[in-house]
Structures are given as structure tokens and as C-alpha cells.
Nanobody, 122 residues
Framework: QVQLVESGGGLVQAGGSLRLSCAAS????????MGWFRQGPGKEREFVAAISWSGGSTRYADSVKGRFTISRDNARNTVYLQMNSLKPEDTAVYYCAAGRNLATIPDLYAYWGQGTQVTVST
């Protein structure tokens, strides 16, 4: 069983930055694809970014390309999401997940964190 704990959310003004972290409990983390998803008020959960088990490949939603960067540190069992140039529409609960390499569909991730709130004010 992989347990994931997100941190780093908060309130930020539009144009600002935040870095989310997701710490995993298992050493099998280093062989799992990792992803970030978000769910805004009244919206479906949507894909944000994914990274391969090695960290050599990444994938992003069009809405965050050029602004967000996903990375991982397998020695620390942690995946990160650096978010720059934040917009009010980025406001959501952000979730990290472990599962299939570079998957964009939530059903392909077996393990999920509890989520961290990101609020971007105008």
C-alpha cells in the first residue's frame, strides 16, 4: 500500500508561484509513474501533469504548459509541482497519484493523496 501526502498549498495572488510536494510512504515509489490532478468547485477532476518513474519523461495539460513543472526525487520518495504565473482559474484542490507511467486518466492511478487546496486571488 502506497500512502501519499501532499503539502504546499495555500492562498496566492494571481501571477504568483507555489510549489506542491507529495511524499510517498513506500520505496516502490521509484518504480511508479506519478501524476498531479486537480478538482475545482463544481468541476470534474482533471489531469494536470505526469512524470515517468525515472523522471525522464513528463506530460502536461495544455492549460498549464509553460507555467507548471513536475519533477521527482526518488531518493526522497517525493514528487513536486512547481506552479508559476498562477491564474484564478487554477484554484482547485490538487491531488497527487501513483500509477501507470504518464497516464492522464484518473482510473489508471491506484493510489491517491488527500489533496491540498490552492486558491489564486485576483
Amino acid at each position: 500500500q502506497v500512502q501519499l501526502v501532499e503539502s504546499g498549498g495555500g492562498l496566492v495572488q494571481a501571477g504568483g508561484s507555489l510549489r506542491l510536494s507529495c511524499a510517498a510512504s513506500e520505496r516502490t515509489f521509484s518504480t511508479s509513474g506519478m501524476g498531479w490532478f486537480r478538482q475545482g468547485p463544481g468541476k470534474e477532476r482533471e489531469f494536470v501533469a505526469a512524470i515517468s518513474w525515472s523522471g525522464g519523461s513528463t506530460r502536461y495539460a495544455d492549460s498549464v504548459k509553460g507555467r507548471f513543472t513536475i519533477s521527482r526525487d526518488n531518493a526522497r520518495n517525493t514528487v513536486y509541482l512547481q506552479m508559476n504565473s498562477l491564474k484564478p482559474e487554477d484554484t482547485a484542490v490538487y491531488y497527487c497519484a501513483a500509477g501507470r507511467n504518464l497516464a492522464t486518466i484518473p482510473d489508471l492511478y491506484a493510489y491517491w493523496g488527500q489533496g491540498t487546496q490552492v486558491t489564486v486571488s485576483t
